[in-house]
């Protein structure tokens, strides 16, 4: 909402001024680059980290502009080496601080553009510019941010309390990223106004800078973040402090039972977890029963896959006639990754060993000892009885299955195995091409030398209508005059055997 000029004025009139020492701290502290600028003619350099010049030798600068160097005056800064009144106009930092001061119970905060500006000699000219103000108290969070335009200048009022991580004008891209929070006053304003007992999480740095502000306009808006923080429920209320909103949550509650939706007993159950926003709601969907006994490592799962959170979570366990809880529980007892991965491990050795023929009712098959080594021995098999169905197909599908000439000859490739050999040889990827080979969406053959039958030399794919795709040899190399004048009469060769199969089925 566009905010009147005279409104805004008595507004910025009621802001308290900032502290005497924030212009130093922007200089020590914020300002990053460091130069020692320097002038051959006069022998003398100054430090724009401390604003002191000290004497030069003739020459100890000659040639090292953009080198680094320590300043001799204060001994603890590396300036970059820069010639005094050449190539300093765009020596210029940007950045953005945000300063908080209270007036009683409501704190302001200001957010200023910063630009640190080395073209004089001495320590960076500071230029400023206010950007946003927020008002914040137990009753009013307010952010009023400035809209510049080429024609126009004015303030909008935001009920959303946070820091925006790009600048607000568009022509300045990303030169002022980089946030600094004013800390020597922070644990007094907040002491001294509504969020003295907010401190806290700021104080034990669980708040970044990005998210002080936000932190602050939430907390005073819900009491229940300060409830939640200090019950160890810390990941939920730094959550919402960052922007995170979840309607398992009751914000407006005043008790945890009535914050979290959930009896006291469940309640002291997941304290210690310091569990977030999203596995509050998948414990909340759970059966009393579930909760008492599904490990705690299902529950982080559940909320981490979103694809999870409906009915597929329990009918993908329960369609193989397994007992929901039963099996979360033997996927924790069992040793190895993290739990989502053995709960993907056991749902693939349970597909693939259906599809096997396994009595997947058995709870010696449901259940293995070992999944890690059931899982890898029923891939094993699965993988061998696909290349087996696959090779048949293969096989039927051949139209030449050698060639000779000048030397040369070529071989279809008739099984997984052929393409597993040939792709180790050659360093290239037609072992992945199985399938596709099988599925009659290509035809595959090798080319070797006649004098070496065994090595291979290049691979050449084609269309089921025998068009050249490509021809590869040792790690994707190309072809020589040699091969392309043997592949030229080949795919010739091709042509006329794909006529008359073509001839033979239409006859038959």
Known sequence: MRVEKEKMEKLLAQIPPAPDDVLEWIQQDCVQKSYILYSEKEHKAVCTRCGNTFDIDKGMYAGKAGYSDMCYCCYEAYGVLKPIGRSRGNLSEYFRVLILVNDGPTIWGTLWRIEANFEKAGQPAIYRKLTTIYRLNSEVQERYELKESWSDCYWEMYSNVIVKSSCNSWWLGSKYDRLFVYTNNLEEVFKTSDARYLWDPVGDCMIDEWNIVGYLGQALKYKSLELLYKSGFKAIALGRAAGSKSNAIYWRGRTLEK??????????????????????????????????????????????????????????????????????????????????????????????????????????????????????????????????????????????????????????????????????????????????????????????????????????????????????????????????????????????????????????
């Open 259 to 508: 914050i979290l939706r959930l009896p006291r007993a469940d309640i002291r159950r997941i304290r210690k977890r310091n569990p977030t926003a999203e596995q509050v709601r998948v414990y909340q969907r759970l059966t009393p029963e579930e909760r008492r006994t599904i490990p705690w490592e299902a529950v982080k799962d559940i909320a981490s896959d979103h694809y999870w959170f409906d009915k597929t979570y329990r009918e993908r366990i329960c369609e193989c006639g397994a007992d929901f809880i039963k099996t979360l529980k033997y996927l924790d007892a069992q040793e190895g990754t993290e739990f989502g991965n053995k709960r993907r491990d056991w749902l693939d050795y349970m597909k693939q060993a259906k599809e096997l023929g396994m009595d997947i009712y058995r709870n010696t098959i449901r259940y293995p000892e070992n999944l890690q080594e059931a899982h890898d021995a029923v891939m094993a098999e699965w993988t061998d009885k696909k290349n087996e169905i696959n090779d048949r197909k293969i096989r039927e599908r051949i139209v030449v299955k050698e060639f000779h000439k000048d030397g040369l000859k070529i071989i279809a490739a008739d099984s997984q195995r052929m393409l597993n050999e040939e792709s180790a040889q050659l360093c290239h990827c037609v072992k992945t091409y199985g399938s596709k080979l099988a599925d009659g969406k290509c035809m595959i053959f090798f080319i070797r030398r006649e004098e070496e039958p065994d090595k291979s030399y290049y691979t050449l794919e084609t269309t089921v209508e025998g068009k050249k795709v490509q021809c590869r040899g040792l790690k994707n190399c190309s072809t020589n005059e040699e091969v392309d004048r043997f592949v030229e009469a080949f795919l010739q060769h091709l042509d006329k055997a794909i006529k008359e199969k073509e001839k033979l089925c239409k006859a038959s």
